[in-house]
């Protein structure tokens, strides 16, 4: 019997118009990403058993807009939280890439690692704690169709890490404010990828 995953990527905030790294600072929704998560609502309504959700109040507000009306209540999880960029966060990637050319460089090149200005150190190790929470509440919910509320950088990791790519497809992955991607695990928790990024429920 096949084991749902919804991975969903909080709403907007006030940071992601200015194109600013979040990492783990804790930003409120904006209004639009408030209107975000209730067009998640009305898509995911009576069609899942259990919400997770990062600690981050971005990602907590979105998994109980989401929630509303229904017989669950998010389970936050702290291996969730966002990727910790360290002093990149609260620059754009511009500011980063001129402030700190060489990390930079190696950050969007390195295969094996993609060392990180402090904070986590490094995708893979966003990879490796985001893969393990993935799977383990995959296996904590065998059989039930699950969400999980978290953050652009922290799901890309867990792809990363449940499907073993390189770290540079960290770079070759978007996923929008809401976006679902959905993958579905075996009786041997085997993951395949059924969607990825997908907004077909914002106007």
Known sequence: MNTTITLVRHGETKWNTLGKFQGCTDIHLSNEGIIQAQHLRKRFLNSFD????????????????????????????????????????G???????????EKFTKWRNDELDGPLCGGDLSIKNASIRAKKAIIETAKKHQG??????AHGGIIKAGLIGIFDFKMTMYHKIILANTSVSKIIFDDNFSAKIITLNDTNHLP
Do not use: C, D
């Open 144 to 149: 039930e169709n699950i969400i999980i509320v």
């Open 50 to 89: 259990h919400i997770y959700t990062s600690p981050l109040k971005r990602a907590i507000q979105t998994a109980e807009i989401i929630s509303k009306g229904s017989n669950t209540t998010p389970i936050v999880e702290l291996h969730l939280r966002e990727i910790n960029f360290g002093e990149w966060e």
């Open 91 to 101: 620059l754009t990637i511009k500011e980063i890439e001129e402030n700190f050319p």
